[in-house]
């Protein structure tokens, strides 16, 4: 199948060509099915979005391209651009049936028309998008001899507002491997690397990237365009902030896509994002979603949200990001048709427009978590949304596999929660509430040092502004970290012989929150690590806390945890954090009020070009 030509108008009228019909990648994960079902995927071929395999429908069946990779998702379109109407372009290698189907924001089928195809293989069709709220257009190809799918495209009738000429930015902590596979991602696509005008590695690891002979290669291979930096290890805020401060000196550049460096590129999503961006009715972050790298089909991730009450990171909608669309395609699942909208989107995949960039500046320097939704919101104040786009993703790491809330990590979710709250009109009892709630829950488990982290990390919030220049904030949460006895990590074989028990699935919540929360923290008091040792097929933290000795398993699965009661970390831990919480309640509006102040300069490019060179 042969990929679309460099183009913005068809026909001379003014629709835009802004999504392409493709094959999966040669090469790629084992994720047919997000591409179409009942097809055959014959030999690959070079296309201009990658060598991707040709798209064959079977003598006598029926293939649908209601796949993630190839439904248009309308409802977004009609949403955030001027177009009101999607017209699909096919050319097949010979006669064909085509249903063309339209969903509405329930999955119920909307539009459905037939259209005969002639021996010249062309079809040309136009619907209307549909209404805003949710809906995804799609093909079905039904063939009595087999048919191959030379080319498919989908255009709007709209026309580009803005320029999309792209920085991509890669930021690198010691993963060479995943940085040569994906420069020979980009390298196969050279109708996105028209739009390219630099890729931007930033190396912030203990070994140089560039010293490895895999991504020497490939960064020869794409030539100039290619741009191998290396700076000191200032987390994601750094090295985000380093390949922003690179796209506005880049001459011609539009907009800065951010790439995370454990995760496999899809050109074809980056091309999407482009186009999108073009032709929103106003400045926009465009997100792409997270495929799980070792679950191809399930989405981990998609528009996510900020609970404004609580300061907490959350999903739109949860049935949409832990879907599986191998197991569950499209047309299948109609809770994934609604629109949802996005507060932020993570940073595996991220687009934005250098015109907000220059006007909102750079990432806070956070170090690490909790800076792509501050630069989202902080975009939201100046009228810039963020959209989360279906059919335009990365296969990432899954974080099923990593609980970075139990390890030094801890300190920066806790201080970086903190101090957004305070930039973005957090309330004081709410935020503090919540975190002296997830304290005790932690307590109750036995997850005493990841406790410990949250605290120190709540106290450099409030060391104020200034505090976020440290250098050494890595350090000393792994110091603090490094200090703490360490949950006992023992191999699987050790709950041979263990009593297995059959925890309760659900968590203590609502009104019986409290009562069951003070009931079972006087238990484990009163009787500490007492009872015999059991073993529980998840780490929940109220499954945790019934017991006096509990086995677990690692988040990887790879280890189990083994978590004892120790009566005086409890108490010490309890006492510490309602101490904490009381005192961020009562410093709350002044050391908020600092934070503001200091926010502009904190993210300005000024402020960044120190830290590059200090």
């Known amino acids: 199948m042969a990929g ?205 990237v560039a010293d490895d002979p895999a991504v020497a290669a490939a960064a020869d291979d794409l030539g100039d365009v290619v741009r191998l930096l290396r700076q000191a290890n200032l987390g994601g805020s750094g090295g985000y902030s380093r390949i922003l401060q690179e796209a506005l000196a880049e001459q011609g550049a539009d907009v800065a896509v951010f790439l995370d460096d454990d995760i496999q590129i899809e050109p074809a999503s980056l091309l999407r994002s482009i186009a999108f961006g073009r032709l929103t009715g106003r400045p926009t972050i465009v997100g792409g979603q997270m495929l799980d790298l070792g679950e191809p089909g399930t989405v981990q991730a998609a528009a996510e949200r900020v609970v404004r009450s609580t300061f907490w990171w959350a999903a739109a909608d949860e049935r949409t990001s832990t879907h599986d669309h191998v197991a569950t395609p499209l047309p299948s699942a109609p809770w994934v048709h609604e629109r949802r909208d996005a507060d932020y989107n993570g940073w595996w995949m991220c687009q934005f427009p250098l015109e907000t960039v220059r006007r909102i500046g750079l990432v806070l320097p956070l170090f690490l978590k909790w800076d792509d939704a501050e630069y989202s919101l902080r975009a939201a104040g100046i009228g810039v949304p963020t959209v989360s786009l279906p059919g335009a993703a990365v ?75 440290r250098r050494d ?31 309760r699935l659900r968590a203590p919540s609502g009104a019986d929150l409290g009562t069951w929360a003070a009931r079972t923290a006087l238990q484990q008091l009163l009787r500490g690590a007492s009872g015999p040792i059991v073993r529980v097929p998840r780490a929940d933290w109220w499954v945790l806390a019934r017991f006096g000795r509990v086995l677990a398993p690692t988040a990887d699965g790879e280890a189990l945890l083994r978590f004892d009661t120790d009566r005086r970390a409890l108490a010490a831990g309890l006492l510490e954090s309602f101490a904490l919480h009381l005192r961020l309640v009562l410093q709350w509006d002044r050391t908020a009020a600092a934070y503001r102040r200091a926010a502009v300069d904190l993210a300005s490019p000024e402020a960044w070009r120190r830290r590059f060179t200090a």
């Open 395 to 469: 296969w990432h790491v899954a974080f099923r596999t990593k609980d970075d809330s139990i390890e030094w990590q801890a300190f920066f979710h806790a201080r970086n929660r903190v101090v957004v709250a305070m930039l973005h009109g957090g309330r004081a009892a709410a935020v503090a509430g919540y975190s002296l709630a997830l304290d005790v829950k932690q307590l109750l488990a036995k997850q005493y040092p990841a406790a410990r982290l949250r605290h120190a990390g709540i106290r450099a919030a409030l060391d104020g502004p200034d505090a976020l220049e």
């Open 4 to 208: 679309a030509p460099d183009r913005d108008e068809v026909d001379g009228d003014a629709w835009t060509v802004v999504q392409d019909v493709i094959g999966p990648l040669d090469g790629g994960v084992d994720g047919d099915a997000l591409y179409a079902t009942g097809a055959r995927f014959g030999a690959p071929v070079p296309t201009g979005s990658g060598v991707r395999a040709r798209l064959l429908v079977p003598a006598g069946g029926t293939a649908s391209f209601g796949a993630y990779f190839n439904a248009f998702p309308a409802a977004v379109w009609r949403s955030a651009t001027a177009a009101t109407a999607v017209r699909l372009r096919l050319r097949l290698s010979g006669p064909a049936a085509v249903t063309l189907l339209r969903s509405d924001a329930r999955g119920a089928t909307a539009l459905r028309e037939e259209h005969a195809v002639g021996d010249d293989g062309l079809l040309a069709v136009t619907t209307p998008l549909g209404g805003a709220t949710g809906g995804f257009v799609w093909f079905e190809i039904a063939a009595a001899e087999e048919v191959e799918v030379l080319e498919g495209s989908w255009a709007v009738d709209a026309v580009p507002l803005r320029g999309g000429r792209a920085v991509l930015g890669m930021p690198t902590m010691d993963r060479g491997p995943f940085v040569a596979a994906n420069l020979r991602r980009l390298a196969s696509a050279p109708e996105l690397l028209r739009r390219v005008r630099r890729i931007v590695v930033v190396d912030q690891g203990g070994s140089p």
């Open 473 to 503: 904030d890595l350090a000393r949460a792994r110091a603090i970290a490094a200090a703490e006895p360490a949950l006992p990590r023992l191999p699987r074989e050790a709950c041979d012989g263990v009593r297995a028990v059959r925890p």
